[in-house]
């Protein structure tokens, strides 16, 4: 393989930058609330790399994130960038209580950024 050859493929993986891919620390509070539940909003940092976001919900609540202000219905992995902001929204229009947990991942490295439980008493 030429070296021209390998800093495309480095290019499309999104490795050939150097950037690291490893987000500053985040912790999104726990949710409590009767219909709809928003975590704070958390500016990411420490990475210098695109890299993408995934989550996973637990339970029968409906997952949306919030980013850069902008509030879309999760619907699989999404790049961001450092500077971005993010935050996450969980609904609940059934009627009855719904509990769950949501993982958020960075689904670049496949490590889990954070963890946090949401309860919504319908």
Do not use: C, E
Not at 48 to 71: D, P, Q
């Amino acid at each position: 393989m030429t070296g021209a050859i390998a800093a495309l493929i480095g290019k499309a993986t999104g490795a050939a930058a150097g950037g690291t891919t490893t987000p500053t620390a985040v912790n999104w509070r726990d949710l409590y609330a009767a219909v709809l539940g928003a975590t704070q909003i958390i500016t990411l940092s420490g990475f210098t790399a695109t890299i993408s976001i995934a989550a996973a919900i637990t339970g029968a609540g409906g997952l949306k994130a919030i980013k850069n202000g902008v509030i879309t219905l999760y619907s699989g992995p999404f790049p961001v960038v450092a500077g971005d902001t993010l935050g996450w929204l969980v609904s609940n229009y059934s009627g009855s209580a719904q509990s769950g947990v949501v993982t958020v991942t960075n689904a670049t490295t496949n490590t889990t950024m954070d963890t946090f439980a949401y309860v919504l008493t319908g």
